[in-house]
């Protein structure tokens, strides 16, 4: 089949967990299948990355994102409009053309919309097989975000921008589409919940397992802990912020020379400020690669209070034999079972009370950190994942 992909980020460099999935499905993709690549890019530069995806793509297309003074404009016109924000703001009628042109030009077989937000592209083609890829179910993303917001300004408003718009938008969406795709079996009742008569199956997230496996030649820095993940997401901003404000102490007090790396690209000041106050705090920003760091470090941290889908970075950790604390939000998703192959704490003091357990048993930690690996070896390998895709493809292509 001729496959048109839509995505809202380029899927290069696969640094976020939206991208890592774009670019692991289309590599996979690609080995059946003829790809069509559409995508918005933030700015030029960007198109440097297009050479790492030509081997899988037969056309690639790029639109670069609109500027702040369009943002602005999208911004006042959502305020009259049943759209919500976040999706107003990726419309743009250069995408508009582009894909109508693609149309004209080549013959597509089927669509797999890579976001929510680039389904206001596709939505009304009829006679089209359509596949949505819900990388999380927006709107309970945005009813946590609102529950774990102290601002009461900032709750009010997203509460009228997005939650009551999302409400009404995503269910509306998803009936349009010949399938959607949901990262686990939560994210599937959620969406069900909200959209009863939307065809979905689960296809989750993945992990390279080649890639991403134990280096047994790193040596391991004790008490040493890390967190990985976009740190413009602001998920993983308030997963730091919260275990500073409210674990680190616990653990700081009884281990005086504990170490944390927080390893991502874009961290905001209030990250960058958390090394200026504790000088065994490293925020590293970008990196080309986390996987060192992975590897150095004794236990990985996943203190998220705020996320939907499945974290990729957890079945990267579990695939190089980590030892991960993560609360039960952060592993949400996953087929993990906790004191098996992960350890699951919701609560500060608990959380630090997990941590510490692992910082001073290595034996638990190689225990588990044995299973996370045959775990992801069993479930979350990308080529058993496309398997499954492959197979939604197949029927809405023949519906």
């Known amino acids: 089949?001729?496959?048109?992909?839509?995505?809202?980020?380029?899927?290069?460099?696969?640094?976020?967990?939206?991208?890592?999935?774009?670019?692991?499905?289309?590599?996979?993709?690609?080995k059946k299948h003829k790809i069509i690549l559409v995508s918005f890019i933030q700015d030029e530069k960007e198109k440097e990355n297009l050479k790492f995806l030509k081997p899988y793509c037969q056309i690639i297309k790029v639109i670069k994102e609109r500027g702040k003074i369009n943002l602005f404009?999208?911004?006042?016109?959502?305020?009259?409009?049943?759209?919500?924000?976040?999706?107003?703001?990726?419309?743009?009628?250069?995408?508009?053309?582009?894909?109508?042109?693609?149309?004209?030009?080549?013959?597509?077989?089927?669509?797999?919309?890579?976001?929510?937000?680039?389904?206001?592209?596709?939505?009304?083609?009829?006679?089209?097989?359509?596949?949505?890829?819900?990388?999380?179910?927006?709107?309970?993303?945005?009813?946590?975000?609102?529950?774990?917001?102290?601002?009461?300004?900032?709750?009010?408003?997203?509460?009228?921008?997005?939650?009551?718009?999302?409400?009404?938008?995503?269910?509306?969406?998803?009936?349009?589409?010949?399938?959607?795709?949901?990262?686990?079996?939560?994210?599937?009742?959620?969406?069900?919940?909200?959209?009863s008569n939307a065809s979905a199956s689960v296809v989750p997230n993945g992990v390279d397992i080649d890639f991403y496996k134990k280096n047994e030649e790193t040596k391991i820095e004790q008490n040493s802990l890390v967190f990985t993940g976009a740190m413009n997401w602001f998920p993983n901003e308030d997963a730091i912020l919260y275990f500073y404000d409210e674990i680190w102490s616990h653990i700081k007090k009884e281990i005086d020379n504990l170490c944390l790396y927080i390893v991502g690209c874009n961290p905001s000041n209030k990250i960058t400020n958390l090394s200026k106050q504790e000088k065994n705090i490293i925020v590293t920003g970008y990196v080309d690669d986390v996987r060192p760091y992975i590897a150095k470090s004794s236990v990985y941290i996943v203190p998220l209070r705020i996320g939907g889908g499945s974290r990729l970075k957890i079945l990267e950790a579990l695939s190089m034999g980590k030892a991960v604390v993560s609360t039960s939000i952060g592993c949400e998703g996953l087929n993990v079972t906790d004191n098996e192959n992960i350890l699951?704490?919701?609560?500060?003091?608990e959380f630090a009370r997990k941590t510490l357990i692992l910082l001073r048993n290595k034996e638990l930690c190689q225990k588990l950190g044995n299973n996370g690996r045959r775990l992801v070896e069993s479930f979350y390998s990308w080529k058993n994942i496309y398997k499954k895709l492959d197979k939604i493809y197949d029927g809405a292509y023949k519906k």
């Open 344 to 349: 699951i704490a919701d609560f500060p003091k």
């Open 1 to 30: 089949m001729n496959i048109l992909f839509l995505s809202t980020k380029l899927p290069y460099p696969p640094l976020s967990g939206a991208k890592i999935r774009d670019f692991n499905l289309i590599k996979q993709i690609s």
């Open 73 to 195: 404009i999208s911004f006042v016109i959502s305020l009259f409009s049943r759209k919500p924000f976040t999706i107003a703001k990726y419309y743009s009628p250069k995408m508009k053309q582009l894909i109508k042109k693609i149309f004209d030009d080549n013959k597509i077989d089927l669509i797999h919309c890579g976001h929510l937000h680039m389904a206001q592209y596709v939505e009304n083609l009829k006679g089209m097989p359509k596949v949505l890829d819900e990388h999380n179910i927006e709107y309970f993303l945005i009813k946590r975000y609102i529950d774990k917001q102290k601002n009461i300004f900032k709750k009010a408003f997203v509460f009228l921008m997005q939650y009551l718009k999302l409400a009404r938008y995503e269910p509306a969406i998803a009936q349009k589409f010949e399938h959607c795709l949901v990262v686990s079996e939560v994210d599937k009742r959620n969406l069900k919940m909200i959209s």
